[in-house]
């Protein structure tokens, strides 16, 4: 599962979860760039060669303890034998936001409050149609500064941004060296208006800069050097505001709460408000965010026939350096309110009234920090064949790391500490007569997180296998070409799930200590001691043991293929907080401990079509997963209320109360239990009386039995090629999950904020007292009753998207030949380009509901050449 939640420049990366979620925190898959554990945020997908994903046990046991979630292997380009091949790609893009939510304009906004203040029994006499009338009219010009009708998005928000990448990478070499080189560049627009308005930059934007250079030198015919480096820099621009702060407040501000600006282009603002969209973004300052990620791999692989045939040694060595440098430069600006009497004409008569002072100079803080990686593995490889039938291959690899982190905030001292992992682990395939293949695999794991004793973990792992295709039986068969059994059963340990050094207990000094010893002689205690947190020296490896069986089918010399799995993982030992030990105890920061068992299954497969008809050349793959999980147990107090407890529960799973609908009339109110939430009037949302005491309360709430990310994804890849034309499309679709439609940006009129458009067609009114409506009734203020977290909130989340489409032509060789060129292709290609979802208000795949920067739609041309 790749789940994407934001689009702003620079900070738009990806969260990757493979086979659902076994453990409770620490989803992420270990990520692998070249064999060497790093982060693929930055990469130029032209330096990619292949992705793999590894999955069960046995396949990911090499790892060791960084496996346990599964492995990703990325592979950089590198050089073949040849003359060199130089490679241009230039692409252009245009980026729009899209499935962002909509809200109502000042006159349906307002008319909508003097529906909700009669619901409440409220005085409603001001928002006559004359008044509200005044928010459409602008006849007169005072009346858009007076009754002022923003819409925010479309004021401060482009309604697209460009984009330009580039990429120039040459690569050959010879026998004995071979060489890849890439330069990469990418422009990165950003969405907000009026960064032209100062004499600096307030949009979201980034340029980035990409080196990668692969080196393979044959030094004897038994000894190779390898040797990667890679370079990224980031230069990042961005408001002072943060994504989060600016697309909330331009979805709560209310169209009629302030004009733009004022008539002399000052920052309008009200007493007891929130500030103004506009005075955030533009003229709050700026930030600036510098960083520059060097990664190197030197490595040497040394054959030893003259021990023995098959016999290799391979060693490296990894060495990443990161330094990133924050710029804040915040700015304090005035506000003023604009008086003026309605009837006049003249903007120049009116007055201001300053409600905030700011100096409006640029204020300057630097946050400056960054991380240092080594790594080294050394590996014994034997590969070799015995008698045509016996294949042996056997690998054992040592590895350590040693990692710090440079920061200079508070807990700068525990992070610069060196962080040290090491391991050794081994692997042994034996396959007979290209039949039967079995596989054993170990590691032996050590991790600093853990107290001397318990430090080190053994985790086994094997697998077998039954090619049947290479049976007497089937070896001759024209229909099936490949049938492949496996299975497989392994125990993977996880050792970063919980902060470190958590088997220590810290202590803090200072004031906030809670207590002070003696009085010196200027009248000031002396600072005591306290225990922040407490260590637990009994905490050890989390386990996960894996069971996976499956099996691969090809037909027709490889025109229909399929694979598929079925999978169960128990993770047991899970490391967590404790949340059994009671507060009487007077332990403020809880200890870590192993307590937690949570079991996830599920199946996954994968079916391709190939066929070529002449100049056609067709292929359609489907592929479909499935991730259930279920918490067998949890470190948690013993609930008279089983549903409140997570035992039985699954991860991500929504809490809070059931809602019935909503309530017809007040013959429904009164034959309910009494909910204590607040006033209730038929409308409001009506709740399940789950302990059966008579009573809504905060004891009704519990798991709901509905969890927040999708169980199921599915994909649909089609690719079409005609001669010189070629076509790629890519639907993905997600169903099983929900997502929370709550907070001021979807309850109307919560702390004053904006009303979706949605509500002024699906929500209950008196004239149409709907049980089932979409809304419940409008209320003029917060409705505590309404704004509980519940099913009623829940909305599915399924999707069915086109994801990518791309069409390409390549020109006749003949044709490029005659300009120096050997290749040419022209491509155009849309990225997010159409949702199927009942989730019509903001994106369905944003596992944040509203989020803040929003998923970007782009429309792409580019060009491809190559000599």
Known sequence: ?????????????????????????????????????????????????????????????????????????????????????????????????????????????????????????????????????????????????????????????KPYSMMTQGNLNVSGGSSTARYFVSLGYLNQGGLYKYDDLNAYNINAAMNKYNFRSNIDVDITPLLKLELNLSDIVRDRNYPNETAGGIWNQLRTTPSYLYPLT??????????????????????????????????????????????????????RFAYDAQNYRNIFRQRNYSTYRFIIDENETDLSKGRYQELTTGDGLLGFRVDANGSRKSTLEAYLNYDRTFAQKHAISAVVRYNQSESFQATNTDDGAIAALPYKQLGLVGRANYAYDRRYVAEFDAGYNGSENFMKGRRMGFFPAASLGWIASNEHFLKNSKIITLLKFRGSYGIVGVDNSVGRFAYLSTWQTGNGSGYQFGSAADGNGYPGAQESATGNSFLTWEKSKKANIGADLELFQGEIAFTGDIFKERRSQILTTATIIPDVSGVQNLPAINAGIVDNKGFEGEITWRKRFGNHNLMVRGSYSYATNRIQYAAEPVYALAYRGLKGTQINEAYGLTALGLFKDDADIAASPTQQFGAVRPGDIKYLDRNGDGVINSQDEGYLGQVTTPKSIMGLTLSYTYKNFDINVLFQGATGGKLWLTGTSAWAFSSNSSVLADYLTGRWTTDNPNPNAKWPRLSSSNNVNNNQNSTFWLRSSNYLRLKNAELGYTFPKAWVKRIGLSNIRMFASGTNIYTWSKMNIFDPERTNGFGDYPQMRVINLGLNASM
């Open 1 to 157: 599962v790749t789940i994407q939640n934001s689009g702003e420049p620079g900070a738009d990366g990806s969260a990757i979860y493979i086979r659902g979620f076994g453990t409770y925190q620490g989803k992420s898959p270990l990520i692998l760039v070249d064999g060497i554990e790093n982060s693929i945020d930055g990469i130029d997908a032209n330096d990619v060669e292949t992705v793999s994903i590894l999955k069960d046990a046995a396949a990911t046991a090499v790892y060791g303890m960084k496996g346990a979630n599964g492995v990703v292997l990325v592979t950089t380009k590198r050089g073949k034998t040849g003359k060199p091949v130089i490679s241009l790609t230039t692409q252009t893009a245009a980026q729009q936001p899209f499935n962002m939510p909509k809200y109502l304009d000042s006159y349906d906004a307002l008319s909508l409050f003097r529906e909700a203040l009669n619901n409440d029994g409220l005085n409603a006499n001001l928002y006559t149609d004359e008044y509200l009338n005044k928010f459409r009219d602008r006849s007169n010009p005072t009346y858009q500064y007076l009754y002022p009708n923003v819409d925010w998005t479309k004021e401060l928000i």
């Open 262 to 315: 004022n008539p002399n282009g000052s920052v309008p603002g009200q007493k007891d408000s929130p500030p103004s969209p506009y005075g955030r973004l533009t003229q709050y300052g700026y930030g600036r965010f510098f960083e520059n990620t060097l990664s190197s791999i030197v490595g040497f692989t040394l054959k030893l026939p003259f021990v023995t045939e098959g016999l290799s040694f391979r060693t």
